[in-house]
């Protein structure tokens, strides 16, 4: 994630300290960003400046940003970021969304579309060569695993997201200005982001060297990667080094964005499981867990304990559970679509494909941990834990999907409605 991104040294057994010099100036460029946001938003929603001229500046002062990054890294410890973001996504989660959330979201576009742009450029003009095998069977010789479910966990953003479904429930659908642009945003973004997943697999390919994938975090490798093209083009090296500063800061704008984003939708969540149709019943522990500033505090709360007690221990299973989120979805709109009397049969093949993907996935995780555990290989902290966790995500979905399959068994096709989104 974009936290340890701004780790701005490690620690040497003996007490050394070794400066990372890439990632405190993400650090520094990070920290300027969030000011410029907010005056953005200021100037261009409640100023009414022109959003052309608006932009201009925007990007150029994103542009200084880095600059300054460049020049004043800061070295500050993990630790410290981790207490940094946890308080910014608090802060984050409750503002509206125009204070922060949208004018960031829009400068990190341009963020988002210099790394794809600089990617594509690299690939086309290197000509790389791709060391990695394009094929090795239905079963991965590298670490065993089937392609069959894992090849359609592992990429997600690129190709199906649960996560993007709750983004564009809980935040996108409620900035659109027309329902009709919701295709063009969603459907475009997705696209973009198919993009984005092609080029990190031909950056991975082409980093892949004697039969090992390369070291590193997502970020520092596909950051590394693209830098890498510009320096066999022949660029300087404090342009590599530029762009390889620029990539890992868009890397952590992004995962900034996920964070408290994701805090958001967790707290609109939370509030709802509390709050009631009636508005007299809202009395007590209700109300008080009801309340936005109480929902956000308890959703960071449990994301720190996660945080600080290992998340790595869950990881594993992060994929599948993320992808099953696209499932409900798929099933909320299929209903929608039915009771509207529209044609929602176009959404069965992905729901019943993202259905056999994750669970089968999960079982497989089951069944791996199980047998780890019983052998005495496995962690009761880690792989106890995991089995645990998809046993009741399991049971959950299987639930969810028997219940969503009776109500669409149940719904009368209507008179088709003519001339709507």
């Known amino acids: 994630m974009g936290i340890i991104s701004f780790q701005g040294y490690t620690v040497a057994a003996d007490g050394t300290k070794t400066y ?22 200021f100037l ?4 009414n400046a022109p959003l052309v001229i608006s932009s201009v500046a925007g990007v150029a002062l994103l542009v200084l940003c880095i600059y300054v990054g460049l020049k004043f890294p800061i070295y500050l410890s993990k630790n410290f970021w981790l207490g940094f ?119 991975v390919g082409v980093l892949f060297k004697d039969g090992k994938m390369p070291a590193g975090s997502p970020a520092v490798v596909f950051a590394t990667g693209v830098s890498g093209f510009f320096g066999a083009m022949g660029f300087s090296d404090i342009a590599v080094r530029t762009t390889f500063t620029v990539i890992s800061l868009a890397f952590s704008a992004f995962a ?23 508005p007299e019943e809202n009395k007590g522990i209700t109300k008080s867990f009801s309340n ?6 308890i959703t960071v709360f449990l994301g720190g304990i996660l945080c600080l007690g290992g998340y790595k221990n869950i990881w594993p299973i992060f994929g599948a559970c993320n992808q099953l989120v696209a499932v409900p979805c798929f099933l909320g709109v299929s209903v929608w679509l039915a009771k509207t009397g529209r044609n929602n049969k176009m959404l ?50 299987l639930i969810l999907v028997i219940e969503g399959t009776k109500v669409l068994m149940s719904l009368k096709k209507k008179t088709p409605v003519a001339n709507k989104v």
């Not at 690939?123 to 392609?147: A, D, E, H, W, Y």
């Not at 900034?256 to 009636?278: I, M, V, W, Y």
């Open 20 to 41: 990372i010099q890439a990632n405190g100036s993400v650090a520094t460029a990070s920290i300027l960003f969030i000011p410029l946001a907010v005056a953005f938003g």
């Open 44 to 47: 261009v929603y409640r100023k």
């Open 85 to 203: 973001v946890f308080v910014y996504i608090i802060v984050a989660s409750v503002t509206p969304v125009w204070i922060l959330l949208q004018p960031r979201d829009y400068l990190n576009s341009f963020l988002l579309y210099f790394m794809i742009l600089a990617a594509f450029i690299g690939v086309v003009f290197t000509n790389p060569t791709i060391n990695l095998p394009s094929f090795t069977g239905m079963k991965n010789s590298f670490n065993g695993q089937f392609v069959f479910p894992y090849l359609f966990i592992t990429v997600a953003c690129g190709a199906v997201s649960g996560f993007h479904s709750l983004i564009g429930s809980g935040t996108t659908s409620k900035q659109l200005d027309n329902a009709k642009d919701a295709k063009l945003i969603g459907y475009g973004s997705m696209l973009i982001e198919c993009v984005l997943a092609v080029i990190a697999l031909i950056t």
């Open 256 to 278: 900034l964005t996920s964070l408290d984003t994701a805090t958001r939708l967790g707290r609109f969540l939370f509030q709802e499981l509390f709050t009631s149709k009636n």
């Open 292 to 297: 936005m500033y109480v929902a956000t505090v």
């Open 348 to 397: 069965f093949i992905p729901m019943v494909f993202m259905i056999c993907a994750t669970m089968s996935s999960l079982l497989i995780s089951f069944k791996t941990n199980v047998l780890l555990l019983v052998s005495g290989q496995g962690k009761l902290a880690v792989h106890g834990l995991q089995s645990v966790v998809i046993f009741f995500i399991f049971g959950l979905a």
